[in-house]
Nanobody
């Protein structure tokens, strides 16, 4: 069974940092992209950062240079280093593993999320 598990969330004060980690297991993910999304209650999930299978990194516009994403293809992990956190970053952060194939279609897996709370 495919599993996607996040870790590293917690409660911090504004200006502090967190490092989120995600590991995917149970399949060959060499052809998958991996990414982080976040969601606040009542809102849609928002793209935070990701790495394609080719190693191309992308970030949401709100990141503004504060976050760094990295991927280890051999370990099937993706990390998100978040610095200068603000209360607006408070959300549940989800790991996404996704592949698009013209013949097969979309194959996508989600983790259960890890909570980040930024407040005084």
């Amino acid at each position: 069974q495919v599993q996607v598990v996040e870790s590293g969330g917690g409660s911090v004060q504004p200006g502090e940092s967190l490092r989120l980690s995600c590991i995917a297991s149970g399949s060959d993910f060499s052809d998958f992209g991996m990414a982080w999304y976040r969601q606040v209650s009542g809102q849609d999930r928002e793209y935070v950062a990701g790495v394609t299978r080719a190693g191309i990194k992308r970030y949401g516009d709100f990141v503004k240079g504060r976050f760094t994403v990295s991927r280890d293809n051999d370990k099937n992990t993706i990390d998100l280093e978040m610095k200068s956190l603000e209360p607006e970053d408070t959300a549940d952060y989800f790991c996404n593993v996704k592949r698009w194939d013209g013949a097969v279609g979309l194959t996508e897996y989600w983790g259960q999320g890890t909570q980040v709370i930024v407040s005084p």
